[in-house]
């Protein structure tokens, strides 16, 4: 769509006096393979192609959106957006729209659209072999493939007028292994915002044996205690920990709403001085990166907790503006059919000095949490719970047996306020998050923590 086009919507949009206006259009194509049991049991794909147009008129915002194929379509939604602002009020003129091209964090060497589906099936099978050779307890193994090649283009009443193009890669293995009655599973996923060239074989081999180890491990693996333990949390669990227990939190319209247990507490201490929390849209590669957010603002690194002090929040246009913040280019949404609202993108606690090893020697009687599951928090209160899919018992600064069924229990700000050693490494988690009906990639780190005193749930004693 060009420029000009894009600008006479935008005329369009603001003609009955709208204080604000902005298109969205995207064009998204996916694929997705399943293979259960041996067999492709789905193969979708798809285009989906819209766009939607926002007017803002003083605190009401009205949104028109729809598939399109053509300028007169876009038209059309800028006239019903344009409809819904009430005559007589002040008329706003657009800005002369001024084209311009973000910097990519990377490049995509392969586009896996370029990729034939038969490569693709063929590492299905692969995975599905490797996984059901590992251990005759495993009874099941399913993988799956998806690419989601997203072209965007953001314009507004301001003068903004960028594009996009976000490519992202997801391959999953997830497998069962069952011992007498005990089945368990054991999960594994490759995803990012590269193209085909992130998935060679041995990258499919290691994701296959991870899944099938971490099912037999668990399955054979004795019932987890409950109790308060000092715990170390790997930092192969990922960052599910920071997303869910402090990364929802700092979502601008949420401490706007005085519905988060950070509203209010910038400049104050939320946390241990050993760390600090970044959100980093721009973090090569990783699931939640893109070059801008879903109302044009480039994407950046953003320090949200320093040193254990409350900086800002995540935030978009509108609550920015509110809260006095700068823009952190945290605006997204699933798709043209929504708005956006402020989301996390890759959000990590950045690694500290101490030696991971020693971190582990260093604990007597504990849990080593080596990769978390889903979890949930009330971001009122900050209390949280998160599934644990591996784990072991530590005894006398050494891993020793596995431990399942384990949950860790607690407070966001006061367990980031407990944590006392900080590790240098630094690992991933990927998955979809959700809110107010949206999905949203992202990735999440963290280093090697220890935690003095965490509740986790188990079996009782």
């Known amino acids: 769509m060009s420029a000009r086009d894009a600008e006479r919507a935008l005329r369009t949009a603001l003609s009955r006096g709208g204080d604000f206006a902005e298109l969205f259009w995207e064009r998204h194509e996916t694929l997705q393979l399943v293979l259960d049991d041996g067999r492709i049991e789905d193969a979708i794909t798809g285009v989906d192609q819209g766009a939607g147009i926002r007017v803002t008129n003083g605190e009401r915002t009205t949104y028109a959106n729809g598939n399109v194929t053509d300028v007169d379509d876009i038209m059309s939604l800028a006239g019903r957006a344009a409809g819904s602002v009430s005559d ?29 589906v038969e490569r693709k099936v063929a590492l299905l099978k692969k995975a599905n072999e490797v996984a059901r050779a590992f251990d005759p307890r495993v009874i099941q193994a399913t993988v799956s493939y998806a690419e989601s090649c997203q072209d965007v283009l953001v314009s507004n009443s301001d003068g903004t007028h960028r594009t996009d193009l976000r490519v992202r890669v997801n ?6 292994a069952k011992r007498g009655e005990v089945l368990e599973s054991g999960f594994e996923a490759v995803r990012g915002t590269r193209g085909f060239e992130m998935l060679g074989e041995d990258v499919i081999v290691e994701a296959a044996t991870t899944a099938a180890h971490r099912a037999v491990q668990n399955v054979g693996a004795e019932p987890a205690p409950a109790g308060t333990y000092t715990v170390v949390l790997s930092s192969e669990a990922g960052g599910t920990l920071i997303h869910e227990s402090v990364g929802h939190g700092l979502e601008a319209d949420l401490n706007l ?125 900050g209390n949280f719970a998160f599934e644990i899919t591996e784990c072991f018992r530590i005894r006398d600064g050494k891993l020793a047996e596995p431990l399942r069924g384990a949950t860790l229990v607690g407070q966001g700000p006061k367990l980031m306020s407990e944590i006392d050693m900080v590790g240098w490494d630094l690992g991933y988690s990927t998955g979809t998050c959700g809110k107010d009906g949206q999905g949203a990639p992202v990735a999440d780190a963290q280093p090697t923590l220890r935690i003095p005193k965490v509740v986790v749930g188990g079996k009782l004693k």
């Open 88 to 116: 007589g009020g002040e008329l706003h003129e657009a800005a002369r729209l001024a084209p311009d091209e973000l910097e990519r964090t990377h490049p995509v060497a392969i586009d896996p659209r370029s990729v034939p």
């Open 171 to 176: 391959f999953a293995v997830n497998v069962v």
């Open 257 to 381: 709403k005085g519905l988060s247990v950070y509203s209010g507490r910038i400049g104050e201490k939320v946390a241990s001085e050993l760390i600090t929390v970044v959100d980093d849209g721009r973090d090569p590669g990783q699931r939640g990166t893109a070059a801008m957010d879903d109302e044009g603002t480039p994407t950046q690194r953003t320090v949200l907790i320093e040193k254990g002090v409350l900086r800002t929040y995540l935030s978009d246009r509108r609550h920015s503006e509110k809260l006095g913040i700068k823009r952190s280019g945290n605006a997204r949404r699933e798709s043209f059919r929504y708005l956006p609202i402020c989301r996390m993108t890759n959000t990590m606690i950045e690694r500290g000095e101490s030696d991971p090893d020693q971190i582990l020697s260093s604990v007597k009687d504990g849990v080593f949490v080596k990769k978390m599951g889903g979890g949930q928090v009330d971001v009122v209160s």
